[in-house]
């Protein structure tokens, strides 16, 4: 996931232009969300395999016996208030929000959490206001959950401060991610290569003949040149060699001929590009009209969706772009996935006409595993919620992914790769051993220092404070 935003980074004018796929997003710092207009009142609240995420309770009266809640932030005995963090207002991609509208109309249908409506805020950091909607968030919000932002470790530090616990749909930097009172659904785990499973059916199954003329393009930002470094070292570490390395202007570029004939050149086999997808569509329809195919070409996630084939256009039918999705079940597959499915279901009955991305499906579970979390306390508290959601072994979002132990430091070993064509995407060949997932991926530990997440210790604080 730390890949989602990395046009947000690494190519300003060019995201600008090529991610606005959609113009009606609301890019206000503070919009609440309530149920959609005609929306059922009687929701059921199981999802998937999980019963009961959502329903009545006796919120209301244990909170008037106890007066509770008005010792908890953000939450009353009639509403549990939580920021969603977003970039959409210089993205103008909406999917988190989307997301918090979608689940939280669903939710409060079937009758909120025991009885509490949740009441998402959107909290847009506008890319670069990461640290004042942090701030916002701890004066105002019980916890952060279903968003993200790119340049997500700018806040950290002020989030552990005010002790504010973080459920994010993404997490993007090294020093966010697996940063204290940070509860991820899914990976990334701090120190590994995520995509380790991935590169090792790259590298010694799919196009063993790729190993060794392995090429990376990254946008020239510190961020992506970090990235760089670490996919430099784990594709060696993994059997393979980086045979050549460029960067391209965070300006945007003209005309990726040159790039394209230097990539031909020097034999490249197999591409790495780490930037945005109109910039990687762009160098395909190069490589295409100049007659050369790399092997494959790891996209990943950031351009999984239908703008990047619709951009790409004929040059999907010559080159072969893989992308890995944290063993996520994509809408593709959603005839097999009844969690999937019903994601689907619930967009277009809250949310008519607004897309199921990637990163909404991630914010999905991220959202289930606060919620359900926060079902199980007696007294809503952080703390409660907190140490509910970790003591998660084999969490699945109710059927939207692979199972994932959140009380493990080792990375998980199931992944899903998908291959983009000229038709859409589609599930690639990477054989499945478990549902639509395969699960053997080794563990690849980070030898380079590239920094490390923050913890309450940095900010003088402990576990001990959280309430």
């Not at 459920?167 to 590994?192: E, K, T």
């Not at 490249?268 to 009209?289: H, M, P, R, Y």
């Not at 499906?361 to 409660?384: H, I, V």
């Not at 132990?405 to 291959?419: F, G, I, M, N, R």
Request: hydrophobic share 40%.
């Amino acid at each position: 996931m730390r890949r989602l935003l990395i046009g947000a980074v690494t190519a300003v004018a060019v995201l600008l232009a090529g991610c606005s796929t959609r113009s009606d997003d609301d890019t206000d710092t503070a919009r609440s969300t309530s149920p959609a207009a005609g929306a059922s009142s009687k929701a059921n609240g199981d999802f998937g395999t999980l019963k009961n995420v959502c329903g009545p309770g006796t919120a209301e009266a244990s909170n008037a016996a106890s007066n509770a809640a008005s010792d908890v932030q953000g939450v009353t005995d009639k509403k549990i208030q939580v920021g969603v963090m977003t970039d959409m207002g210089f993205t103008k991609k909406s999917e988190f929000v989307d997301a918090a509208e979608v689940f939280t109309s669903w939710c409060n249908d079937a009758g909120g959490i025991n009885g509490r409506e949740i009441a998402p805020v959107t909290r847009d950091t506008r890319l670069m206001e990461v640290r004042q909607r942090t701030l916002e968030a701890c004066k105002a919000d019980f916890a952060l959950v279903g968003g993200g932002a790119a340049l997500d470790s700018l806040g950290v530090k002020d989030r552990l401060k005010c002790l504010l616990p973080n459920f994010p749909g993404q997490s993007s930097q090294i020093g966010a991610i697996g940063s204290d009172l940070q509860v991820i659904a899914a990976a990334p785990i701090a120190g590994y290569f995520q995509y380790s499973g991935y590169y090792t059916w790259l590298l010694k199954e799919k196009y063993p003949g790729s190993a060794r003329k392995v090429g990376i393009i990254a946008g020239d930002s510190p961020v992506t040149k970090v990235m760089a470094a670490q996919f430099t070292e784990a594709v060696e570490g993994l059997g393979g060699k980086v045979d050549y390395s460029d960067l391209y202007p965070a300006s945007g570029v003209a005309d990726w001929t040159p790039y394209a004939q230097s990539i031909k050149k020097n034999g490249v086999k197999g591409l790495i590009f780490l930037g945005d997808f109109a910039s990687l569509a762009k160098l395909e329809q190069a490589l295409t009209n100049i007659g050369y195919a790399p092997d494959w070409i790891d996209a990943n996630s950031n351009v999984y969706g239908p703008a990047f084939t619709q951009l790409a256009g004929p040059a999907l039918a010559k080159q072969h772009n893989y992308a890995e999705l944290f063993a996520t079940v994509p809408v593709e597959s959603a005839a097999d996935s009844p969690a999937t499915q019903q994601v689907i279901d619930l967009f277009k009955q809250y949310a008519p006409g607004k897309q199921v991305t990637y990163p909404a499906l991630r914010a999905f579970s991220a959202w289930l595993l606060f919620a359900t979390a926060a079902r199980d306390c007696a007294e809503l508290t952080r703390t409660c919620v907190y140490d509910n959601a970790r003591k998660n072994t084999d969490w699945t979002a109710g059927g939207l992914q692979a199972p994932f132990d959140l009380t493990s430091k080792e990375p998980p070993t199931c992944y899903l790769v998908v291959e983009a064509t000229t038709k859409g995407w589609r599930a690639a060949d990477f054989k499945p051993d478990k549902g639509a997932f395969r699960c053997d991926a080794p563990a690849y530990k980070y030898r380079g220092d590239y920094g490390k997440p923050v913890t309450l210790a940095d900010v003088g604080k402990s576990l001990s404070d959280l309430t």
